[in-house]
């Protein structure tokens, strides 16, 4: 009896014009029926690759399969090589035998096509079904995955970040598929959608014995839902075995790192171990852990207001062909609140809740429908654009989705320099240069990544690429949208102290929006909960962590995963 799924010595290489890059370098491993193999590490480790060799979707060139078998056996007894199939063989086993939940949920989607259509289509492609009964399966799938109906008939500009990833999970389940390749499924999702989620894909997997590829950055979900843990670091696999083991006897010292990286190990502001601190070896081999400067210190002593927000409104209109109002939808619902100069303010919520809205709102990003935004006692609400456009300069917004926040034929380098010279900071080239490669290094990233482009990184990669660019002009506000979502628990543990340590030194103010309730409380001074466009509760971080007093928060609070393994 063969695995689902058997992978042997699998060696992937990127070529460039000067050199071959290795990407995955001998990668073994097997996955059963009624399985959850999931596979941890950095940003750029190799686990989307990997998760794309399998369906052949990397690009050749400059993709090049080395070497290696991909073994996919659906009833237990003959074994096909995904490497030597034909185009049209696999054509049929895409979405059908194996299916795919990508990372990036803005840029899988068809623009252009409804969200429920594009589900359609998937069953119309491989389950031949009519019209009609996979319609009546697609509102079934997107009450499942907790989408209303009204969502069907929608467009993804028109749904939010979460929510479109929800609409690609019922299209990858649509069909049924033996094996389910889950590259960051929830990484747009807030905890309470993320947990039904992650429900569901287990309800899926027992009910129909599916194996599941689960690929996250998110140690707390793999204690919910994997059998086994695979650890990947720079592209070859350095440790793998049951949760349990993983989590309770891990013996590399990189699974140590990845380990001790989860803020919810630390106590408010004090510094976070990186992989640096478990990675470096004496010259007989043992390990140097180095100790962390564990002593917080008081943003400001006499804290000003920096922003504040007065019944604040944002209502979307929905009108019929004679200009007549037919719905209106309330994304921001008379919200008022302050944030301190030198502060960190968590705003947390479900998705759909308001979150994102409220953050372009403060940024004029998107209009207020009415209310005042003082900043600085000064109401920017209605000021004129060219204005509004000179002050973003102190006031900074680092987006969700990383791959649409970029220009994909402008260099990185350039991406990041763009601001600087539009804002008119440095006096020269060569300075503006200096400038870039120094806040590329802060966030874990080369100087000789200068001059790649978008597509060449990683969604964690990209994401490190807009933080730097949102750095670049030295902001005195800073909103972060799911800004660490999409990176791994080691580079997120980087880039909080990053933050961390700019605020100590330039004392800025923050608004981090997050549905990880763990980052927000290790980050945040304050908390306010959203609910459907209004504020549900508001305090001290750890009075709203311990003590909450809305139901709803209680129910946030109780969905996070991996409570257990703290």
Not at 82 to 103: H, S, V
Not at 297 to 319: D, G, M, R, S
Not at 381 to 398: D, G, S, T, V, Y
Request: aromatic letters at 6%.
């Amino acid at each position: 009896m063969h695995p689902l799924l058997q992978i042997k010595n699998l060696s992937v290489d990127f070529k460039t014009e000067s050199e071959a890059i290795s990407a995955i370098k001998n990668v073994s491993f097997e996955l059963n029926k009624g399985e959850i193999v999931a596979i941890v590490g950095e940003s750029g480790s190799g686990k989307t690759v990997t998760s794309l060799s399998i369906l052949q979707l990397l690009p050749t060139p400059p993709a090049v399969y080395k070497n290696g078998e991909i073994l996919f056996s659906k009833n237990g007894d003959q074994q096909n090589d995904l490497l030597k199939l034909t185009p049209e063989q696999l054509i049929d086993i895409r979405g059908n035998e194996i299916a795919m939940i990508f990372q990036e949920p803005m840029t899988s989607l068809n623009p252009v096509q409804t969200c429920g259509s594009q589900v359609v289509e998937a069953m119309l492609a491989h389950k031949h079904l009519s019209k009609t009964l996979a319609r009546q399966n697609t509102v079934a799938l997107f009450k499942q995955v907790d989408l209303s109906d009204s969502s069907i008939n929608a467009y993804p500009h028109q749904l939010s970040g979460g929510q479109k990833q929800r609409v690609i999970i019922a299209m990858a389940m649509s069909c049924n598929p033996s094996i389910l390749i889950a590259d960051e499924p929830t990484t747009a999702l807030d905890v309470i959608v993320q947990k039904k989620i992650l429900q569901l894909i287990k309800d899926l997997q027992r009910q129909n014995n599916m194996g599941v590829i689960y690929i996250t950055h998110d140690l707390g979900l793999v204690a919910e839902i994997a059998d086994k843990i695979i650890v990947m670091y720079k592209g070859a696999i350095v440790e793998s075995g049951t949760v349990q083991n993983i989590f309770t006897q891990a013996e590399h010292p990189y699974t140590k790192a990845l380990l001790a990286c989860r803020p919810i190990l630390y106590e408010k502001h004090r510094r976070l171990a990186v992989v640096s601190d478990f990675m470096q070896q004496k010259a007989a081999g043992a390990m140097i852990q180095s100790s962390h400067d564990n002593k917080s210190k008081e943003f400001l002593n006499a804290p000003k207001v920096l922003l504040e927000v007065k019944n604040l409104k944002v209502y979307f209109l929905k009108k019929n062909f004679w200009g007549k109002t037919v719905k209106q939808f309330k994304a921001v619902d008379d919200v008022s609140f302050t944030i301190q100069k030198g502060e960190t303010i968590g705003l947390a919520g479900e998705s759909g809740c308001g979150k994102t809205t409220l953050g372009r709102t403060l940024t004029r990003m998107i209009e207020p429908t009415s209310g005042q935004i003082f900043f600085e006692g000064r109401d920017i609400a209605h000021i004129p654009k060219e204005e509004m456009r000179r002050l973003r300069k102190k006031i900074q917004i680092i987006f969700q989705d990383p791959y649409g926040s970029l220009n994909p034929r402008m260099t990185i380098g350039g991406a990041i320099e763009e601001p600087l010279k539009v804002h008119s900071l440095l006096k020269s080239n060569r300075q503006r240069r200096e400038k870039v490669i120094e806040l590329l290094e802060k966030v874990d990233l080369k100087p000789e990544h200068f001059n790649r482009y978008p597509h060449e990184f990683s969604g964690g990669q990209r994401q490190r690429i807009c933080i730097a660019r949102a750095l670049g002009l030295s902001p005195e506000f800073i909103i972060c949208d799911e800004s660490v979502s999409a990176l791994d628990v080691s580079v997120q543990a980087q880039v909080l102290n990053l933050l961390n340590d700019l605020k100590k030194e330039f004392g800025f103010t923050t608004i981090f929006i997050s549905h990880d309730l763990n980052v927000v409380r290790y980050l945040s001074d304050r908390i306010i909960i959203m609910n459907k466009g209004r504020i549900e509760e508001s305090g001290i971080a750890e009075d709203i962590w311990l003590r909450p007093e809305k139901e709803y928060t209680k129910k946030l609070i109780a969905a996070i995963p991996g409570a257990a393994i703290v």
